[in-house]
């Protein structure tokens, strides 16, 4: 909301507005999946953030170049980033699905 431009702003607010009023955190969900594997996006989410917390102050700090956060070429590194995720995650659920079904 601080920006000059106020569009991502009202996106987001009203974004949350009609989730709130779709019911919010309060919706029931008839059943529970029944799938005991996911995209684990909010995974990949939580760890970009705090990622960022972490190195942009240290590069900021410490570069030895100046540049700036989106430099020529983020949108190739936020891809790696994510499809290097993804990646570790099908890994793991690759490797611990037959351990669940031998041992369970």
Do not use: H
């Not at 920006?3 to 059943?31: F, T």
């Not at 705090?50 to 983020?74: A, H, M, T």
Request: no cysteine; charged share 15%.
């Amino acid at each position: 909301m601080l920006r000059q431009n106020k569009a991502l702003g009202m996106m987001g607010m009203g974004i949350v507005a009609v989730a709130a009023l779709l019911g919010g955190s309060r919706v029931e969900i008839d059943e529970s999946p029944t799938d005991d594997y996911y995209l684990g996006l909010d995974y990949a989410l939580l760890i970009l953030i705090v990622y960022s917390l972490i190195f942009i102050p240290l590069e900021k700090l410490f570069g030895r170049l100046k540049r700036s956060v989106f430099r020529d070429g983020w949108q190739l590194d936020a891809t790696y980033f994510f499809i290097s995720t993804v990646l570790v995650q099908l890994t793991t659920y690759l490797t611990l699905k037959p351990a669940f079904v031998l041992f369970s």
